[in-house]
């Protein structure tokens, strides 16, 4: 038999972990801890000490074993061996003739006695100890704590009571062996590792990192979305000014366009338009706007200026002026001549004087001919 094999075909396990152990009473001036409690939590306290000084020891046995060449000797194994294989691995050891490897085997069997030793001890004082619940998948402490004190004839008020008073572990890995103590209203609950492959105290600290873990990861989630918020914010922020900043141009946009369509207008009304002064005809001559010849036609004096024809009718709306002897300082209206000279009467427009001659009724024949053009109405009475 080889000597892997052999090994192999001996190993045990033995799981002791650091114990979570709490106490609670149903006195109200505080707990009375009883002699049975603190005996209890002194064994555990030892069993505690031996494990972990065992866990040292069976780490060091397996580096080992694994030096020696023995493979397939799982973390956390450690070898028990009968008398018989161990004279025959001592015997090994006799006709081994590499020293150094003489000397690791040696090491192996000396672990193993101080493994078995512990083992021993350990055994012992479980033997005292109250038989223990082994968790099993989704079994929660809690649960199983109101379950043995009701199974202990307390009431489930009474027992909620006495468990809220205590901590309880939030999450249990299949293998833990749960401890619970309960006299003379005192009761007492502890975790150990038992078979699980981890301990209660790195169970807890596995946990405790995995919610730091996912609240880090939320804190810088959130402070991701926060800084997004913020850009969004800022682009909102420059969203919004540009909006305002098209909305003032739209305005200025609008009131150009409608002070260009009113100039427009302006000018389509100008330029559809008769622009035009009424007057007497001697004060229209001595204000030098137009000229009297004695055999022509009435013709543009040196005033001719755009300042003096004030007046205007728009030809799209209308084809006809009236003009009334007391608009020109006169009684009555006897003439009316029409200046320039070019415009032909009863061609280019008509010209009606009313019986009582206090009006004069000019209708535009040619409209067209008049637009954007400056005449002189000059009256004679």
Known sequence: MTLNRFLKSFAGALAVAALSFTLACNHKKGPEEPKEFRDIAEKIGEVDKLGQKAQAINQDQTQKLQEAGVTGIRPGETMQLTEEQKKALEERIKTEKNSSYQALLQEVLDKDKEIKTLNEQIAKIKAQLPKPEVARENDNHYTMALRYLRKR???????????????????????????????????????????????????????????????????????????????????????????????????????DMNALSATNEQQKAKLNSLHYVVGSRKQLETDGVIIVPVFAKDRAGKNWTDSVFNKALDLRASDTLVIKASDVGLAKIGKVSVVPGSYVKDEHYSLVISEDKSTATIKFLTKDRFKNDKVVFAVTD
Do not use: C
């Open 153 to 255: 004839g307390v009431s489930e008020t009474e027992a909620k009571r006495l468990i809220s008073r205590v901590n309880v572990m939030e999450k249990l890995a299949p293998g833990f062996e749960i401890y619970h103590f309960y006299t003379n209203g005192v009761y007492g609950t502890w975790v150990s590792q038992g078979k699980a492959r981890i301990t209660p105290n790195d169970l807890i600290r596995e946990e405790r990192e995995k919610i730091e873990g996912e609240r880090d990861t939320a804190v810088a989630h959130g402070e991701k979305l926060q800084d997004e918020v913020n850009d969004l914010l800022s682009q909102k922020a420059k969203i919004t000014s540009e909006i305002e900043g098209l909305r003032t141009e739209k305005a200025k946009l609008i009131d």
